[in-house]
T-cell receptor
Framework: DSGVTQTPKHLITATGQRVTLRCSPR?????VYWYQQSLDQGLQFLIQYYNGEERAKGNILERFSAQQFPDLHSELNLSSLELGDSALYFC?????????????FGPGTRLTVT | QKEVEQDPGPLSVPEGAIVSLNCTYS??????FMWYRQYSRKGPELLMYTYSSGNKEDGRFTAQVDKSSKYISLFIRDSQPSDSATYLCAMLDYGGSQGNLIFGKGTKLSVKP
């Protein structure tokens, strides 16, 4: 158990809908990262927050947004969902603000868009 | 050309075999190199973390980095069925991407009893 929690485990929704994925980092970790994992693209970095502030942005679509709250939990919002958004979404956390290869991953949320 | 290339396998070996997993990369700015292990339906977990060129050993696992060839390897000695998982290499450009790990697509390993 990495200490990172994610809810929900599974999500099934229709195209055009909006969903929110939630992540709680390990105790003491200030950085939260979001990743998308699909069979064809592998694990892709989406966005990082550090202590409430956006720190780095990867291949995140404009339809997706995230935030980190004062209690350090984070939410990833996916809107106008398309079939191609079906994937595993992982949250990871780490201590440092930048350049941290030691990241602890949660169990993931499996999103299915029908 | 993708930044990180990794043979997806699958790789099937008998128990006790030595396993060699490899990644190549194109960005010479990468300085930190990681291997993550991902069991089916689980999140990746950090296995090895190395900086620059050289070898690092941890139990049955050895990570090797050759920056001149832009090539990294993970060796697993005396492989066990519990090592069956997908192994992801990951790299970090400390100066540029501020926490952006670049992952290979992963190699699926199966160790047969």
């Amino acid at each position: 158990d990495s200490g990172v929690t994610q809810t929900p485990k599974h999500l099934i929704t229709a195209t055009g809908q909006r969903v929110t994925l939630r992540c709680s980092p390990r105790s003491g970790d200030l950085s939260v990262y979001w990743y998308q994992q699909s069979l064809d693209q592998g694990l892709q970095f989406l966005i990082q927050y550090y202590n409430g502030e956006e720190r780095a942005k990867g291949n995140i679509l404009e339809r997706f947004s995230a935030q980190q709250f004062p209690d350090l939990h984070s939410e990833l919002n996916l809107s106008s969902l398309e079939l191609g958004d079906s994937a595993l979404y992982f949250c990871a956390s780490s201590v440092r603000s930048a350049g941290d290869g030691e990241q602890y991953f949660g169990p993931g949320t499996r999103l299915t868009v029908t | 050309q993708k930044e990180v290339e990794q043979d997806p396998g699958p790789l099937s070996v008998p128990e006790g075999a030595i396993v060699s997993l490899n990644c190549t990369y194109s960005n010479s700015a990468f300085q930190y190199f990681m291997w993550y292990r991902q069991y089916s339906r689980k999140g990746p977990e950090l296995l090895m973390y190395t900086y620059s060129s050289g070898n690092k050993e941890d139990g049955r696992f050895t990570a090797q980095v050759d920056k001149s060839s832009k090539y990294i390897s993970l060796f697993i000695r005396d492989s066990q069925p519990s090592d069956s998982a997908t192994y992801l290499c990951a790299m970090l450009d400390y100066g540029g991407s501020q926490g952006n790990l670049i992952f290979g697509k992963g190699t699926k390993l199966s160790v047969k009893p």
